[in-house]
């Protein structure tokens, strides 16, 4: 099996940083994605970390720790418009075609 | 582009009736995913297919069937819907190798209530 622990919520004044973690328990581990998703939308995929390290998109980054089973999003310049739940996912080797997703993280952001 | 498209977007059931939702998408996509997504639990597998006449259960399989006749249709049905199956259901889709392999590519959801 596996298990996904992030943080349920996080509030953040805009223009400020924001780190979302993700802690993961699973067999096989091959690679951690973050997803976005705002209220009544779809999740949208942001980056993927299949090796140690820092994955930086824009505004967004992502790291990722294997030996530490640890993850992060790093949110900076922070906008209304990223008020939104953030979910990260594992991908697993043997269950190669499955991602197995977190129970999301609400990010607040605030004027 | 369309990209993955579901329908319907609501739908509200009885106890034991039967529905189908499908899920279509045109970016000639190999694997094809539905998601159920409940408040506090994240999203979590229920079916997945890696082919055209292919499928697999996932995470919470019981009580849905689900089919891959065409590349880019995935169908799924309850065929007796219960109250638990109340929850918003997300098709995805993905290429299922590089470049875009760690890609899903979701839908706009399907929320269904079963009363």
């Known amino acids: 099996g596996q298990s996904l622990e992030q943080p349920s919520e996080v509030t953040a004044v805009e223009g400020a940083i924001v780190q979302i973690n993700c802690t993961y328990q699973?067999?096989?581990?091959?690679?951690l994605s973050w997803y976005q998703q705002h209220d009544g939308g779809a999740p949208t995929f942001l980056s993927y970390?299949?090796?140690?390290g820092l994955e930086e998109t824009g505004r967004f980054s992502s790291f990722l720790s294997r030996s530490d089973s640890y993850g992060y999003l790093l949110l900076q310049e922070l906008q209304m418009k990223d008020s939104a739940s953030y979910f990260c996912a594992v991908r697993r080797g043997g269950d190669f075609n499955k991602f197995y997703f977190g129970s999301g993280t609400k990010l607040n952001v605030k004027p | 582009n369309a990209g993955v498209t579901q329908t319907p977007k609501f739908r509200v059931l009885k106890t034991g009736q039967s529905m189908t939702l499908l899920c279509a998408q045109d970016?000639?996509?190999?694997?094809m995913y539905w998601y159920r997504q409940d408040p506090g639990m994240g999203l979590r597998l229920i079916h997945y297919s890696v082919g055209e006449g292919t499928t697999a259960k996932g995470e919470v399989p019981d009580g849905y069937n689900v089919s891959r006749l065409k590349k880019q249709n995935f169908l799924l049905g309850l065929e007796s819907a219960a109250p638990s199956q109340t929850s918003v259901y997300f098709c995805?889709?993905?290429?299922?190798?590089?470049?875009?392999?760690?890609?899903?590519?979701f839908g706009a959801g399907s929320r269904l209530t079963v009363l």
């Open positions: 995805a889709s993905g290429q299922g190798a590089p470049p875009g392999a760690n890609v899903l590519t």
């Open positions: 970016m000639n996509h190999e694997y």
């Open positions: 970390n299949a090796l140690d």
């Open positions: 699973t067999s096989g581990f091959y690679g």
